[in-house]
Structure formats: C-alpha cells, structure tokens
C-alpha cells in the first residue's frame, strides 16, 4: 500500500531514504530540510531532481503575540538567570504558525 509522506531530513541519510521511499512507490509531497548553507544538501538536490516540492523553512513556531523576547528583561527590572542554550528547543508556549500548517 502506497503512503503520502511529508520527509523531513538532511544529508546523504535524507538522500537515502527519500530514493527508497519513491522507489517502492510511495508518493512523497513535501521534503522539508534547514535553509540553504554553505554546502549543498543532498537531500534538497535528491528532491529537486525527483520534482519533489523543496520546503526551506526556518522554523516552524512562534511566540505568541503580545509575548516578550527571552532577551529583553521582566519589567521588573529583574535580569533572568541564564539564556537558554541554543541546542534547547522553544518553550511549548509557542504557536504554530497557521501558514506552514496548512502546507
């Protein structure tokens, strides 16, 4: 039975999962990999070469409107205690962002 797969993925492993899924017939809609860099991806070049639509985003959530940025002090003038690793994922607070979704 053929699925409709979303990949999401980076590198020559990506590469290699896309080419298997498309040659046992399953049809994937989307590859999502990170923004451009330095060195070419071979997913993204993997996908492009399918026809597979590219998606580059660079995130996927936001804060909330009205929330204030990490980096900015409480009003109370308190510093915070530490900034958060950049390895660490987003507070669960974030929002979806509703265009992405519907891609």
């Given at each position: ?5 979303a990949?999401f993925?980076?590198a020559a492993?990506?590469?290699?999962v896309?080419?298997r899924?498309?040659?046992?017939g399953?049809d994937?809609?989307g590859?999502?990999?990170p923004p451009?860099?330095?060195r070419p991806?071979p997913?993204?070049i993997e ?8 998606l ?5 959530r ?6 204030r940025?990490r980096s900015?002090p409480?009003?109370?003038g308190v510093?915070p205690?530490?900034r958060?690793?950049?390895s ?8 979806s ?7």
């Open positions: 039975m053929a699925l409709r797969i990949l993925g980076q492993f990506g590469k290699d896309l080419v899924l498309v040659d046992a399953h994937v809609v590859v999502y990999t451009e860099g330095a991806d997913l993204a996908a492009q070469a399918q026809g597979v639509p590219l580059r985003h660079r995130r996927f936001r804060r909330p409107q009205g929330r940025p900015e409480p009003a109370s510093e205690q530490g958060r690793p950049r660490e994922p987003p507070p669960s607070d974030w929002e962002i509703p265009e992405l979704l519907e891609e």
